[in-house]
């Protein structure tokens, strides 16, 4: 294979950009400055969920519709944002505003059934090709609940985990998430980070970390706790490192791996459910885990969260021996986003369409990419992509350490500057689309993205 020339990021020139285009944003958001000092006053930090805030600033919203949205400035933006990615349906769609405000009309909250479970039940195994379904509120909610059913199952508390991922948080995962070099451990045994301080070390060591595309890593972690594990639970197409897709075999091999071991297998779906296809990385990838979570995007922008399983995984639910239990789970307004967004919008002709627009996206920024020679990459899938900072593939999270956090900050900020709102993570440069994204919208990320290239390219 023809080797790719490509030039080296200065990072002085990128320290003098990220100064300019600092400079330049600051201006286009004095409200959300001024009412950060605001809310400063009696919200911690001034943020309601620490991810809100990132450099340069928080940025507060006023509105959105369809593909776009408004900030308290009243600047513009396309969302590819979209509220880490809940927002496949786009800001207030029709169908999702008169759902919910004919079940707001009936009453919000019962804590009691309603008649939308067999209909979104359906829907899911249909997708995911599990039996089985809860509802829950949120992501970590749907993780916590599969890390139980996978101990309650086998009566072992081990949980395999792949270094790099983000699955809630909670305290039974929140280990190695964007864990500090200096504190990981070699490779063939990466030790188990807590992401935050508060977590006790009782919880760390109940869980094993191993590194994402390598099943001999995954096998070895097995051996050596025979008996002892509960399961593994795996994003299948990592999406917090920019995407990294699975080398073929791998997830397949993961099943395999953990039947023969007495484990069970649990894919979180949160991010990659219902966006990359119509049946998530159980349809794009053909393995279907023991039990799935889901969130963000099965709901149409309400708190949200589903766990599906075979029928032995939820066997102690079923048999009444472990209550999955919560207030707000099923809750009407909730059920009735979901639906409409699930049976409505959400169908096969949506993926068809996001598979288009990022074709799009993929040839225009493959061609920047080309022309400036950048040591990069574009990767994705349906409604998830990247640009990926990096002349090698990206594996696993390792591979990532190496990518300097300024070239990804600045790329951010040449789209925030120019009406492209993306998630306030640098590191992360992915992209979520919505049914309301055009090939249009495309054009405009790629002729930011290539206002960057010619800048850093000097
Ligand atoms: C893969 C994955 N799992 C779980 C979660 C947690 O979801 P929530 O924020 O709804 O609790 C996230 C959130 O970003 C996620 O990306």
Redesign the pocket.
């Known amino acids: 294979m023809a080797v790719r020339e490509t030039v080296e990021f200065d990072l002085e020139r990128i320290d003098r950009l990220i100064a300019e285009e600092e400079a330049a944003l600051e201006p286009k958001h004095r409200a959300s400055l001024e009412y950060r000092k605001v809310a400063e006053r009696y919200v911690a930090g001034g943020v309601a969920s620490s991810w809100q805030d990132a450099p340069p600033h928080a940025i507060f919203v006023e509105r959105g519709e369809g593909n776009r949205l408004y900030d308290i400035d009243g600047n513009e933006y396309i969302d590819y944002h979209l509220g880490?990615g809940a927002m496949v349906v786009g800001h207030a769609h029709p169908k999702v505003v008169e759902a919910i405000e004919l079940a707001a009309r009936r009453g919000t909250h019962f804590a009691q059934p309603t008649k939308d479970l067999d209909v979104i039940g359906e829907n899911l195994a249909e997708r995911f090709r599990l039996p089985l379904w809860r509802f829950c509120n949120?992501?970590?909610?749907?993780?916590l609940e599969a890390v139980r059913l996978m101990r309650a199952g086998t009566g072992r508390d081990l949980i395999v985990k792949i270094e790099g991922?983000?699955?809630?948080?909670h305290d039974s995962l929140m280990f190695s998430v964007v864990p500090d070099p200096a504190t990981i451990g070699p490779r063939e045994r990466p030790a188990t980070v807590p992401q935050v301080p508060g977590i006790p070390r009782a919880f760390a060591d109940l869980v094993v970390v191993v590194p994402f595309n390598d099943l001999d890593a995954a096998a070895r972690a097995f051996e050596e706790h025979e008996g002892e594990i509960a399961g593994m639970i795996v994003?299948p197409a990592m999406?917090?490192c920019g995407v990294i897709l699975p080398e073929p075999g791998y997830l397949q091999g993961l099943k395999d791996l953990c039947r023969r071991h007495g484990a069970f297998l649990a894919f979180?779906e949160?991010?990659t459910g219902a966006t990359i296809a119509y049946g998530g990385a159980v349809e794009a990838f053909g393995v279907v885990p023991d039990i799935v979570?889901l969130?963000?995007a099965i709901g149409g922008g309400v708190p949200c969260?589903a766990v599906g399983a075979t029928e032995e995984a939820f066997g102690p639910v079923v048999r009444g021996e472990y209550d999955m239990a919560g207030t707000f789970n099923g809750n009407p307004l909730t059920m009735a986003a979901s639906r409409v967004t699930l049976t409505e919008i959400l169908t096969h002709d949506a993926y068809a369409a996001f598979d288009a627009v990022h074709a799009a996206l993929e040839r225009g920024l493959g061609g920047v990419i080309e022309r400036y020679r950048l040591p990069a990459y574009v990767t994705g899938i349906g409604a998830k992509g990247s640009v990926i900072y990096s002349a090698t593939p990206v594996r696993e999270f390792r591979d990532t350490i190496g990518i300097d956090e300024r070239i990804t900050y600045l790329a951010w900020l040449f789209q925030q500057n120019r009406g492209v709102f993306k998630s306030p993570w640098s590191k992360q440069e992915t992209w979520t689309l919505s049914v309301w994204h055009t090939e249009e919208d495309a054009r405009r990320y790629v002729e930011n993205f290539e206002a960057f290239a010619a800048a850093v390219a000097g």
């Open positions: 880490y949120s992501g970590t909610e749907a993780t991922t983000y699955h809630g948080h994003e999406m917090n979180d949160v991010k979570c969130a963000k969260g």
